[in-house]
């Protein structure tokens, strides 16, 4: 079964910047045919929603809010999804979850997932 635990979560202000880390354990969802990583993002009383992913091309896609802000990237020898966040803003603040699936048309359709980090910006 395949395992994914975030890390790196915090609290930071307005405009700077973290990185999560999530670490897969086990078998890689590439390796189980998973054609997508992606970052999913929770708030208070809304749905998780995607935030952006990459395919097994290499190929990323980033929600409009996040564009030029935020960037995934993998390292297949480490087993690990990164994603780099930047200039963040107060409306960024949320749960983030890292999950694998299968790459569709207009996004990535998860089948695992991690437990989740937490990301707090303040003004």
């Not at 307005?14 to 999530?22: D, E, I, N, Y």
């Not at 897969?24 to 995607?50: A, D, N």
């Amino acid at each position: 079964q395949v395992q994914l635990q975030e890390s790196g979560g915090g609290s930071v202000q307005a405009g700077g910047s973290l990185r999560l880390t999530c670490t897969v354990s086990g078998t890689s969802g590439y390796r189980f045919g998973t054609t997508c990583l992606g970052w999913f993002r929770q708030v208070p009383g809304k749905k998780r929603e995607q935030v952006i992913f990459i395919d097994s091309s290499g190929s990323t896609s980033a929600s409009g809010s996040v564009k030029g802000r935020f960037t995934i990237s993998r390292d297949s020898a480490k087993n690990t999804l990164s994603l780099q966040l930047t200039s963040l803003e107060v409306e960024d603040t949320g749960t983030y979850y890292c999950a694998g699936g299968v790459r569709a048309d207009d996004g990535c359709v998860p089948h695992y997932w991690g437990q989740g980090s937490r990301v707090t910006v303040s003004s």
